[in-house]
């Protein structure tokens, strides 16, 4: 058993769970580069003129965040719109990330709850839980706020919006995450953190980036939480 994960989960009383990575792959079936396209084509129907580096973007959230930082409310609303419709589209071949579900089970089994904090919007998320029977599971889903791409994460709110509701301060929390924003909010929220490096590259990123603990796979936690409720 992973001792660094054990002692961290002696010190929480919650876990928060990033969506796309920890839970699922979204885009596994519906590719983010060819939705990241979508979202750009709905600027060219607008009559936006889009510079090169925005029309090759791969990720769709990346096109959101540009488009909000135009302070065009309108048309970042015309792309939110498309993207919340796109995702749910793509939860629907979405792939199971290995362990992820042990993850949730386990963790409800050992009396933590159970929130999902993501920048893919609520709708989408809850629509892949009620699919995979995970819903019963997950309360609350933090997801992206309308149209605000600027409070997506980094941006601690999501995340302590998610501790509260849970009933714990963020630093009796534990964020779930495979990507340096995760861990960025993280911090920034007073939260704990693992860095799920679901490529190796991600490794050494998460550690300096000050995760608590980094695992390569979702197993090492559901390993640890099993122990903890058997214990």
């Known amino acids: 058993m992973n001792a660094d994960l054990g ?24 590719p983010a580069p060819r939705v990241a396209a979508e ?7 607008r009559g936006i003129e889009v510079p090169p580096d ?12 540009r488009i909000g930082a135009t302070g065009d409310q309108k048309v970042t609303q015309a792309v939110e719109d498309a993207l919340c419709a796109a995702e749910r589209q793509a939860v629907e071949t979405a792939e199971p990330t290995p362990y992820g579900r042990e993850v949730v089970v386990a963790a409800r089994q ?19 839980l009620a699919a995979h ?3 019963v599971h997950v309360s609350p889903i933090v997801g992206r ?19 509260h509701a849970v009933g714990g301060a963020p630093a009796r929390c ?7 924003s995760d861990i960025d909010g993280a911090r920034a929220a007073g939260a704990r953190v693992i860095g799920y490096a679901n490529r190796p590259a991600k490794v050494e990123k998460f550690q300096e980036a000050g995760a608590d603990v980094v695992v390569t796979s979702m197993r090492e936690i559901a390993d640890v939480l099993v122990a903890r409720m058997n214990s």
Do not use: T, W
Not at 39 to 45: S, T
């Open 7 to 30: 002692r961290l989960f002696d010190e929480v009383g919650a876990v928060l769970l990033d969506f796309d990575g920890p839970v699922c792959s979204v885009f596994a079936g519906y």
């Open 39 to 45: 979202l750009v084509e709905v600027l060219h129907r």
């Open 54 to 65: 925005l029309a090759s973007e791969p990720d769709p959230l990346e096109v959101l965040r």
């Open 110 to 128: 050992a009396g933590l709850p159970v929130a999902v904090v993501s920048n893919n919007s609520a709708g989408a998320v809850s629509a892949y």
């Open 133 to 135: 029977r995970l819903a």
């Open 145 to 163: 706020a309308y149209a605000a791409p600027e409070r997506m994460k980094p941006n601690p709110e999501p995340i302590r919006q998610a501790a």
């Open 174 to 180: 534990v964020l779930i995450g495979d990507s340096l």
